[in-house]
C-alpha cells in the first residue's frame, strides 16, 4: 500500500510512497561520500516509476543498476585505474544492498545478491587511498562474532587516537553506516569501529545472530575487542548508533560505564509501543522497511511473538543510569518516531552533560535522522563528538 508523506519538505521521488522515497533521499543525500551518483539513481527511479510500491521491482532494479557499477569497477580494476575503481564498487555496494533491503522473508537470491555487495565494499577498502579500512571480526558470545570494518583516524599523530563505535539501525549494516560520513568522523582524527550487530547486517543474514533487548552485550564485546588494540584509545570511546539504534546506544553507554560519550541518532523510548502501533495498523504506517522485517530480525514467527520478544526494549529503568556526555539528535519531522518519546528519552537520561539537537524544516534535516540533508546531520554529530573525545 502506498502511503502519502504527511509533509513534503524533503526530496520525495516517490510522493505516494514513503519508505521508497526514504531510500532513495538517503542514497541522494549521501552521494558526497561516494553512495551514488544522480544520474543512476534517477535511471533507476524512472523505471521504478512504471511499477510503484512493487518491492519485487525494486529489487530487480537496483540489482540492476549494481550489476552495471560492478562491471565498471572490474574493468577498472583490470586497467590499473584503482581509485576509479574503488569508487564504482563504493555505488555498485550501496545500489545492491539498497534493492535487498526490502527484501523479506531473505531468501538465496537475495543473500546472492548480498554477498555481491560485500565484495564490492571490500574491494573498495583495498584500492580506495583513504581512510585505511580493516575488516575485523569482534568475538562475541558462544563462539561467535561481530563482523565489522574498523576506519582508521586520519589527521592525527597519536599512535592511540579516540575510537567511536558505531552500531546501525534495524534495517541497516555497517557498509550503509560508513557512507553516513565515516570518511568524516575519522578525518577528525577519530578512529571509527563500524559493527554489524546482532539483528543486522551479516549478523543477522549469515551468523543468525537476531536482535535481543540487552544489547550491552554487543557493545560491552566491541569495547573488549578495542582494548586488545594497541592502535585505539579504548579508555576514550564512544558510543552511536541511528534510528533503532536510538535504544540500542543509550542502553548500551548506560549499562558499561566504560564508554565516555553516546550519541542517539534518532530517538527511541519505548520500542514495543512503537512496534505494537506499527504491527497494528500492518502495511499502512510510515517506516523504513515492510513490516514483516521485524518478525525476520526478532526471529519470530507470528506478529504476536515478535511482539513478545519486544517486551523488554524500552529504555524507562536504564537510560537513568547514564553518566558519560550524551547527545539525543532528532528531526522535527520525523515520520517514525514522535518527538514526545524525543523528550522522554532526554529527560530520562542520567547525565549531567546532555544536549538535545532537534533539526526543523526550515533549516534542514528535519526528516528521520536527517536523511533530508545529512551533511548538516554528520557534521553537528562529529564536531560534538570530536570535542567530547579529542
Wanted: proline share 4%; glycine share 8%; with cysteine.
Amino acid at each position: 500500500m502506498a502511503d502519502m508523506p504527511a509533509e513534503e519538505n524533503w526530496f520525495t521521488y516517490f510522493p505516494e510512497n514513503y519508505r521508497w522515497s526514504s531510500a532513495v533521499c538517503f542514497m541522494v543525500s549521501c552521494a558526497r561520500w561516494g553512495a551514488s551518483e544522480i544520474g543512476e539513481v534517477d535511471r533507476v527511479g524512472r523505471r521504478l516509476a512504471q511499477e510503484p510500491g512493487d518491492d519485487e521491482a525494486w529489487f530487480r532494479e537496483w540489482v540492476r543498476m549494481g550489476d552495471h557499477i560492478r562491471k565498471l569497477g572490474m574493468a577498472a580494476e583490470s586497467d590499473g585505474s584503482h581509485l576509479t575503481a574503488a569508487a564504482h564498487h563504493l555505488r555498485a555496494c550501496v545500489y545492491y544492498q539498497m534493492g535487498e533491503r526490502f527484501r523479506t522473508p531473505k531468501d538465496r537470491r537475495g543473500h546472492t545478491v548480498f554477498r555481491k555487495s560485500l565484495d564490492c565494499f571490500e574491494r573498495f577498502a583495498g584500492l580506495a587511498d583513504k581512510p585505511r579500512i580493516e575488516r575485523v571480526e569482534v568475538p562475541y558470545e558462544n563462539g561467535a562474532s561481530l563482523p565489522a570494518w574498523l576506519v582508521h583516524a586520519e589527521n592525527t599523530r597519536r599512535r592511540k587516537p579516540p575510537v567511536v563505535v558505531f552500531f546501525d539501525g534495524l534495517d541497516n549494516t555497517k557498509e550503509l553506516v560508513y557512507v553516513r560520513g565515516v570518511e568524516s568522523l575519522v578525518a577528525r582524527g577519530m578512529s571509527c569501529l563500524v559493527v554489524d550487530g546482532p539483528g543486522s547486517g551479516e549478523a543477522a543474514r549469515f551468523r543468525n545472530l537476531y536482535l535481543r533487548y540487552d544489547y550491552e552485550i554487543a557493545g560491552s564485546a566491541a569495547l573488549d575487542y578495542l582494548e586488545t588494540r594497541g592502535d585505539v584509545n579504548a579508555k576514550q570511546a564512544a558510543i552511536i548508533a541511528l534510528s533503532a539504534g536510538g535504544y540500542y546506544a543509550p542502553r548500551a553507554a548506560s549499562m558499561d560505564h566504560r564508554y565516555k560519550a553516546c550519541v542517539a541518532w534518532g530517538a527511541i523510548w519505548d520500542y514495543h509501543a512503537t512496534w505494537e502501533k506499527r504491527l497494528a495498523a500492518w502495511g499502512t504506517s510510515l517506516h523504513a522497511v515492510p513490516d514483516h522485517h521485524i518478525l525476520w530480525i526478532m526471529d519470530a514467527k507470528t506478529a504476536e511473538e515478535a511482539l513478545e520478544k519486544l517486551e523488554g526494549f524500552r529504555l524507562d529503568g536504564v537510560v537513568q543510569k547514564m553518566r558519560c556526555p550524551f547527545l539525543l539528535v532528532h528531526g522535527a519531522e520525523d515520520k517514525q518516531i514522535p518527538m514526545r518519546d524525543a523528550r522522554k528519552l532526554f529527560n530520562a537520561a542520567g547525565s549531567k552533560d546532555k544536549t538535545f539537537k532537534v533539526f526543523t524544516a526550515k533549516e534542514g534535516g528535519a526528516q528521520h535522522c536527517q536523511r533530508d540533508n545529512m551533511t548538516l546531520g554528520t557534521t553537528y554529530i562529529y564536531d560534538w563528538l570530536q570535542r567530547k573525545l579529542v
